[in-house]
């Protein structure tokens, strides 16, 4: 090579595809977060969703979860991206319009309504991350992925495939933008300074909320799926677990849009809350039952992601290990005590428990916020200066307060929202399916089945299953005894 080496074109500095604000570090972190946050989606909750749900409804739980992902990502660059983060429209709302142009992507990311104002004088100019918007628009998207497909959770095993199909681009349009704009794209409750760092609000919140609405629309599984409705493979559903948690790194870890020591604190907040609060469930779970639960352990997982995102890169380490305390407990404690005392809970049929896992959890999380954001830690991430929790004195106790208006506004206009949608579908079809294909499961709606294998979590009984003509039963029931067990029953 000697005197005759070259820079490889890629990286030649005087390219347009290397503008002077283009920071390679923040970039390739971005991509590297998008990717994390992407497969908290696909494959982690397709694979958690298929078999944490009895045998025969995986095909059908892990279908929601990948039409959502595929479905929602075509209306998120046609319209959606800019109703959450384009041009001011309403305080909760942006200008919609497509992200497709190639002089839209290839320019530098901008939130043109992040601007803030105190009358005429500038108090935080617009948020300008050192990459390209097409970064921006596919990170962005992966939150609102997640929320759907989380959102599901409180559907699985009875809504009407078709319904689902309609109802994930209209509730991406009309529910999630809303949140997203209100607080992260700089609507009305970003400007008022409420915290939500990377989305205790828009996400788990709202997911909740909106879940659990909509499984009060459609209305409940049959009566012996509600009664047993066991996971059909229990190292699956963990091996979805663990996919979840550790994209979390890249959910909190990318929200400052840099590659720097707040993506690093959040990260390491976020899996200390996880850690915390999957041992608190799990040991209310041995105090109360006498045992421990690899579900509740999921479950406990779960709140303590949810609790922590809200807060991550603005609270201290002490501060996350007491959120993992309050989101292995509060949740556990409403999921159950009080739904088991709660006639509105009972009736709702939220089948893994979304509002306890998201809303309970996330509200938790951005309460706690409020009060443990640390000051200089907000000064990092905030555009208000003064911003801190009620701890740390001064003005924190308002933080507190502009954090429960910003609960109210999202439970309000998910509830609304999601009722109208559902019920403008539930004109043109049902949204729960008919009772034949409830009771078949995957073969009725989709013509397929998991696993070529016999068995819902439950242990082998001849008098139960056996399928043989009546007239054979007797015949093979005398084989049974005379022989003895003869194979291996599987349970799934």
């Known amino acids: 090579m000697g005197g005759n080496a070259t820079i490889p074109f890629a990286y030649s500095e005087l390219e347009a595809a290397v503008p002077e604000w283009l920071n390679k570090g923040d970039n390739a972190w971005q991509m590297m977060a998008t990717t994390l946050v992407g497969l908290q989606s696909m494959p982690g909750l397709v694979v958690l969703y298929a078999s944490i749900v009895k045998k025969k409804w995986a095909v059908n739980a892990a279908f929601m979860a990948l039409y959502a992902f595929a479905a929602g990502l075509i209306f998120w660059v046609l319209l959606c991206y800019r109703l959450a983060f384009g041009e001011p429209l309403l305080p909760f709302w942006g200008k919609g319009g497509p992200a497709l142009t190639q002089s839209y992507l290839t320019n530098r990311a901008r939130l043109p309504s992040t601007i803030i104002y105190d009358g005429n004088v500038l108090i935080s100019p617009?948020?300008?991350?050192?990459?390209?918007?097409?970064?921006?628009?596919?990170?962005?998207?992966?939150?609102?992925?997640?929320?759907?497909?989380?959102?599901?959770?409180?559907?699985?095993?009875?809504?009407?495939?078709r319904a689902w199909m309609a109802f994930v681009p209209l509730w991406l349009i009309f529910s999630y933008t809303v949140g997203a704009y209100s607080l992260w794209g700089g609507g009305f409750l970003y400007q008022w300074g409420v915290i939500d760092y990377s989305g205790g609000y828009v996400i788990h919140l709202a997911s909740g909320t909106a879940g659990f609405t909509a499984a009060y629309w459609v209305g409940p599984r049959v009566k012996g799926d509600r009664e047993r409705f066991p996971p059909n493979n229990v190292l699956l559903m963990l091996s979805g677990a663990g996919l979840l948690w550790l994209g979390w790194c890249g959910f909190n870890g990318g929200s400052p849009y840099a590659a720097n020591i707040v993506a690093s604190l959040a990260i390491l907040n976020t899996n200390v809350c996880a850690a915390t609060s999957l041992l608190v469930w799990t040991s209310l779970d041995v105090a109360f039952f006498g045992r421990p639960s690899v579900i509740g352990a999921v479950q406990g997982m779960m709140t303590g992601l949810a609790c922590i995102t809200p807060g991550a890169?603005?609270?201290?380490?002490?501060?996350?290990?007491?959120?993992?305390?309050?989101?292995?407990?509060?949740?556990?404690?409403?999921?159950?005590?009080?739904?088991?005392?709660?006639?509105?809970?009972?009736?709702?049929?939220?089948?893994?428990?979304?509002?306890?896992?998201?809303?309970?959890?996330?509200?938790?999380?951005?309460?706690?916020?409020?009060?443990?954001?640390?000051?200089?830690?907000?000064?990092?991430?905030?555009?208000?200066?003064?911003?801190?929790?009620?701890?740390?004195?001064?003005?924190?106790?308002?933080?507190?307060?502009?954090q429960l208006v910003a609960s109210l506004f999202i439970i309000s206009w998910n509830i609304a929202a999601t009722t109208v949608i559902l019920l403008c579908i539930r004109i043109f079809m049902p949204l729960r399916m008919l009772d034949e294909q409830l009771v078949i499961g995957d073969d009725a709606v989709h013509g397929e089945e998991a696993y070529a294998l016999w068995g819902d979590g439950e242990r082998f009984d001849v008098t139960r299953h056996e399928t043989c003509e009546d007239e054979e039963r007797p015949v093979r029931a005398a084989n049974v005894a005379i022989n003895g067990a003869r194979g291996v029953t599987i349970q799934l």
């Not at 989380?150 to 009407?160: E, S």
């Open 313 to 402: 890169g603005v609270v201290q380490g002490w501060a996350a290990i007491l959120m993992g305390v309050l989101s292995g407990s509060i949740p556990w404690f409403t999921m159950m005590i009080v739904h088991k005392k709660s006639s509105l809970l009972q009736k709702v049929d939220d089948s893994l428990g979304v509002f306890h896992t998201h809303a309970v959890a996330g509200f938790v999380g951005a309460i706690l916020t409020g009060l443990l954001a640390e000051p200089n830690l907000c000064k990092m991430t905030m555009p208000w200066q003064n911003t801190r929790g009620a701890f740390y004195g001064g003005e924190g106790h308002l933080q507190i307060l502009k």
């Open 126 to 161: 617009a948020t300008l991350p050192f990459y390209p918007m097409a970064t921006m628009v596919l990170f962005e998207y992966m939150y609102a992925a997640l929320t759907v497909i989380l959102l599901a959770g409180g559907v699985l095993g009875r809504m009407n495939i």
